[in-house]
T-cell receptor, first 109, second 118 residues
Framework: QKEVEQNSGPLSVPEGAIASLNCTYS??????FFWYRQYSGKSPELIMF????GDKEDGRFTAQLNKASQYVSLLIRDSQPSDSATYLC?????????FGAGTRLTVKP | GAGVSQSPSNKVTEKGKDVELRCDPI?????LYWYRQSLGQGLEFLIY????????KSGLPSDRFSAERTGGSVSTLTIQRTQQEDSAVYLC????????????????FGPGTRLLVL
């Protein structure tokens, strides 16, 4: 069974702190890795994707990938209350995309 | 510009009836994806089209589910003999290229169709 695992949370951080979201996957053939943000009652929106080992930074967001450990993470610096949402990790090979169940993040003012 | 649109936005049906869900991707996007999200659950991939072809249909939950895409644009997802466990939000997404390509790495999601089977 090809699995994508995320801590369901809720993860609560104070405003201005770093939020760290983690995801592990079981399929070593996975090629691309995505982080989506989903506000309650809304469709997912892509935050970042990464496909090479290491870090990828975009504004306050940093994605980290370690294929040897089958681990991908998302760091949110200077967290804002508007970052409060569910964050979905997704993993693809050529044929399908599998999502984790999501981590619910709450940023408290 | 127009994003991905889906219709209907909400659908209530009786168990055993057939339903058809429609997705209009962003113009020029060759790849189209269907997902399902049950209440409080993560996204479940259903099927992916590159042009009019679906390379892999194994994500469809059962043979009651089928999908087609014509003209490389609009797609319909049909659920026959609906069951209560089919109740979910059905999301469609499109991307410029297919998975595994640089142009395919960004998917744009539609607003979803909320299906309730009574």
């Amino acid at each position: 069974q090809k699995e994508v695992e995320q801590n369901s949370g809720p993860l609560s951080v104070p405003e201005g702190a770093i939020a760290s979201l983690n995801c592990t996957y079981s399929d070593r053939g996975s090629q691309s890795f995505f982080w989506y943000r989903q506000y309650s009652g809304k469709s997912p929106e892509l935050i970042m994707f990464i496909y090479s080992n290491g870090d990828k930074e975009d504004g306050r967001f940093t994605a980290q990938l370690n294929k040897a450990s089958q681990y991908v993470s998302l760091l949110i610096r200077d967290s804002q209350p508007s970052d409060s949402a569910t964050y979905l990790c997704a993993v693809t090979n050529n044929n399908d995309m599998r999502f984790g169940a999501g981590t619910r993040l709450t940023v408290k003012p | 510009g127009a994003g991905v649109s889906q219709s209907p936005s909400n659908k209530v049906t009786e168990k055993g009836k057939d339903v058809e869900l429609r997705c209009d991707p962003i113009s020029g996007h060759t790849a189209l994806y269907w997902y399902r999200q049950s209440l409080g659950q993560g996204l479940e991939f259903l099927i992916y089209f590159q042009g009019n072809s679906a390379p892999d249909k194994s994500g469809l939950p059962s043979d009651r589910f089928s999908a087609e895409r014509t003209g490389g644009s609009v797609s319909t997802l049909t659920i026959q003999r609906t069951q209560q466990e089919d109740s979910a939000v059905y999301l469609c997404a499109s991307s410029r290229g297919r998975w595994g390509t640089v142009s395919g790495k960004t998917q744009y999601f539609g607003p979803g169709t909320r299906l309730l089977v009574l």
